[in-house]
């Protein structure tokens, strides 16, 4: 606050460089497109932060990112298989890549699976399943404990995504409308009203750059078609 305070002094008293006052138009509509683009472009940084942060904005309330769920889903299905009884470590899928753990490409032990893309992923119910060297193949096979099964599964089933169809490797209910969390809808709805700011700002940008051409005041009539043709009586 102090910081924004001793910069509003500055720039009151202070006058922009020559470079800055030949760019920029100097008007009230001006100020007002200007202002426009810039919460347009922190609406769009909020949209993309809360749809990934886990951290800022919990999966407990505000339901799991997109990675989150495609993660708990494999988890999901690696601890079903491993109960009945396969070596999760070593089996393959169909296309000859590991079904349930691989390494990523720095060497960890991540996920496999389509869900590999998100191996960054980081949230509370799977980080004490790692180490310095990724997931911990002994605790996959001995320390999984019941919340962690309880959390990934609920994640898996209410995924942010709002599709009829497979989403990040998520399998989507095709019968059914799919749970929309209230991570989707902040998201959804800083997109949107970023967007109508977006817009706001090239109205306005317009209209202050025709006003300093003096040409706000619309297209000229001389060549109207109107103007040309006989009355109708």
């Known amino acids: 606050g102090a910081i924004c305070l001793v910069g509003g002094i500055f720039h009151v008293n202070s006058r922009p460089l020559q470079v800055f006052i030949r760019s920029f138009t100097w008007s009230g509509e001006a100020y007002l497109s200007y202002s426009l683009s810039a919460i347009s472009v922190m609406g769009f940084t909020a949209a993309v932060f809360s749809w990934y942060n886990n951290s800022v904005y919990p999966s407990e309330f505000f339901g799991p990112t997109g990675p989150e769920a495609s993660q708990a889903q494999g988890f999901t299905f690696l601890v079903r298989d ?17 079904k349930y753990l691989m390494r990523s490409p720095s060497g960890e032990i991540i996920f496999g699976g389509e ?15 790692r180490n310095s060297g990724g997931l911990d193949i002994y605790k996959i096979k001995k320390d999984i404990q019941c919340w962690q099964e309880r959390r990934a599964a609920e994640f898996m089933t209410h995924a942010p995504l709002g ?29 949107v009203l970023s967007y109508f700011m977006l817009v706001g700002h090239w109205w306005h940008a317009g209209r202050s750059r025709s006003a300093a051409l003096s040409f706000e005041k619309g297209i000229s009539r001389v060549y109207e ?9």
């Open 163 to 191: 599709s009829l169809n497979s989403v990040g490797g998520v399998a989507t209910e095709v019968n059914s409308v799919n749970y929309v969390s209230p991570r989707s809808w902040l998201t959804s709805s800083h997109w």
């Open 115 to 129: 869900t590999m893309r998100f191996w960054s992923m980081s949230s509370g119910w799977v980080e004490p399943l």
């Open 82 to 98: 491993q109960k009945l009884g396969i070596k999760v470590s070593s089996n393959q899928g169909p296309t000859a890549l590991p």
């Open 225 to 233: 078609p109107l103007l040309y043709m006989r009355p109708i009586d």
